[in-house]
């Protein structure tokens, strides 16, 4: 496995999710236009119809890519099908949830607690999974320390916890053209090289099929963005992402490289919770934090590509890390 092989595998995933995109679009605009919030920026408001579940691509990119390469060059068959057994999992409550918002036309999509309730189902099955049948069972590697922590009996609370911040992190995240798209193809490049490094092969293949998938339906989503990835993608990718990092025991530099859904997270929280505490008020204009800055005035290209260097910077201290 080289640099190479992670170079192969994202340009076959970008060509298939680059085709993909490109034939869903038209087929997606008739069925799933997207509904966009009234509260939100003025400029969002001309974004309406714009075909959403555009996640499809990625998902079925990615996985393909994945596939291939273990074929050819081999690999952990059991954290392959791991992980993409939690990536499509995610895949579907998403799919589901943007079925019945943007086809089905209900606004509601799948309730809170059915949605929540399907992820942690799937978020306890790779906890048990792995606590009970992977290599390394529930020691967690500690970055800059250097060293393995067995966590006992709190591995399974963590490992559901972290895909759960995870998951809906990046799902937080995907509110403007290109940014989750974008952010992730960066994040999932470094654990590309990370699963290298470490010589972790399925991780390593699956990391470079999704920054190739990412990537591939970037061309499309980029500012002024032709489709979105909806909850079919961002659910997926989120899902995914702490899995492999999960299996490739590198768990714990996903909030270092992964800053920015961190924040996103963290803003929504904040927002929500003085709003409560203060019965009105508000520390930023709109969360997540992304829309607080278009509030203030950033063209939103600007506040993506802000956002996109800030994960590249991120993703360097990352690589100094490991």
Request: proline share 2%; charged share 10%.
């Amino acid at each position: 496995m080289s640099y190479i092989n992670i170079g192969i595998i994202i340009i076959i995933a970008f060509i298939i999710s680059v085709v993909l995109t490109k034939l869903e679009i038209p087929i997606l605009r008739a069925k799933a236009g997207q509904n966009i919030r009234e509260d939100g920026p003025q400029s969002h408001l001309s974004k309406a119809g714009t075909p959403s579940m555009g996640g499809i691509a990625i998902i079925i990119s990615a996985v393909a890519a994945t596939l291939i390469a273990g074929l050819v060059w081999g690999g952990s068959v059991s954290d392959m099908l791991v992980i993409l057994f939690v990536f499509l999992g995610f895949g579907f409550i998403g799919f589901f949830d943007d079925y019945l918002k943007v086809i089905k036309k209900n606004n509601l999509g799948l309730r809170a607690y059915q949605k929540f309730g399907l992820q942690i189902v799937i978020s306890v099955a790779l906890a048990v999974f792995l606590a009970n049948y992977a290599q390394g069972s529930t020691n967690v590697y500690i970055p800059i320390a250097d060293v393995y922590v067995d966590f006992g009996i709190w591995y399974i609370p963590f490992i559901v916890f972290v895909v759960l911040a995870m998951t809906n992190a990046v799902n937080l995240t995907d509110g403007l053209d290109g940014l989750a798209s974008g952010v992730t193809a960066l994040v999932t490049l470094f654990f590309s090289v990370g699963g290298l490094t470490y010589g972790i092969a399925s991780g390593t293949y699956f990391c470079a099929a999704v920054c190739g998938g990412c990537l591939g339906f970037l061309v499309f989503n980029k500012n002024p963005a032709k489709i979105f990835m909806g909850d079919t993608g961002s659910l997926a990718l989120g899902g995914g992402l702490a899995a492999a990092a999960i299996v490739m025991k590198m768990e714990l530099l996903l909030p270092i490289v992964g800053l920015i859904y961190v924040i996103e997270a963290l803003s929504v929280v904040l927002q929500v919770g003085y709003f409560k505490l203060t019965k009105g008020k508000r520390i930023f204009k709109m969360a997540p934090i992304h829309h607080h800055f278009e509030k203030c005035g950033f063209k939103e290209v600007h506040v993506v590509i802000a956002f996109w260097i800030f994960t590249v910077i991120c993703c360097v201290i990352g690589l100094g890390i490991i």
